[in-house]
């Protein structure tokens, strides 16, 4: 489920640049990065991480000083238990919203791939595991012009041949994502308890505990103002 968070234009624009900056200086060092996909994302990840900026927003819901970073961290690295051999993953892009000391959030699963061009057996294994997040899990593909990302039904309808239409990364992850069009919002990573958990289909929360490779947190900051996630009733019922 992906909830709609608010997030002012100005804000995301700001990130955006960011994003397109840090993942064409990503693509840029690519030939000194070229060694496995784990290598090229821990690079791009890296140049993507941001301390805290201000951006002061006017004429919007809530006006004031917004704040946002991106932090990043690795967990692990691989083995016969690496999360995409249990989940199909290779990692986890959050989305923090904090204000009034309250967090709303939304993650997204990724598998990356490395000068992918051909039918990849393996690959479309990765995805028939991550069918289980469709709509909060992604493929990103690391060329030296480019690096692209693809819907998981992308990639599963094709059996792992890679589709003829892409994204941009930083349009998949500074528009669909941040934009609220791709994720889950009850999606959850517990870096302590090594435990990623998720609302199934019978409403019900579950978990499975792994080593997560990497996460990259984009935090936003929003003014102390009324809450807008909590809405109060005009009438009660008998």
């Not at 990302?149 to 941009?168: E, H, N, T, W």
């Not at 009850?186 to 990497?214: E, G």
């Amino acid at each position: 489920m992906v909830r709609q968070i608010y997030i002012p234009q100005e804000v995301k624009d700001d990130i955006r640049k960011h994003l397109d900056t840090s993942i064409n200086k990503a693509v840029n060092g690519f030939p000194s990065s070229y060694e496995d996909e784990d290598v090229v994302t821990g690079h791009l990840f890296g140049l993507m991480k941001s301390d805290e900026q201000s951006v002061v927003v006017k004429n919007q819901e809530v006006n004031g000083e917004w704040k946002w970073s991106i932090d990043f961290k690795k967990f692990g690295g691989r083995g016969k238990a690496a999360t995409e051999s249990i989940i199909g993953a290779d990692g986890i892009i959050e989305l923090h919203l904090t204000q009034n000391n309250e967090t709303v959030s939304k993650s997204l699963l990724f598998q990356s791939k490395l000068d992918w061009d051909k039918k990849d057996k393996k690959l479309y294994e990765q995805c028939a595991k991550l069918l289980t997040w469709l709509g909060a899990a992604v493929v990103i593909n690391y060329t030296q012009e480019k690096y692209e990302a693809y819907s998981l039904d992308q990639v599963f309808s094709s059996q792992g041949s890679k589709p003829s239409r892409a994204k941009l990364l930083q349009t998949m992850l500074g528009a669909d994502f941040i934009d609220c069009t791709i994720g889950d919002s009850d999606l959850f990573y517990d870096a302590v308890k090594k435990s990623l958990t998720w609302l199934n289909n019978d409403n019900m929360y579950v978990s499975t505990k792994f080593n997560l490779n990497r996460r990259l947190k984009i935090n936003i900051k929003a003014p102390n103002r009324n809450s807008f996630y909590k809405i109060k009733a005009e009438k009660e019922i008998p």
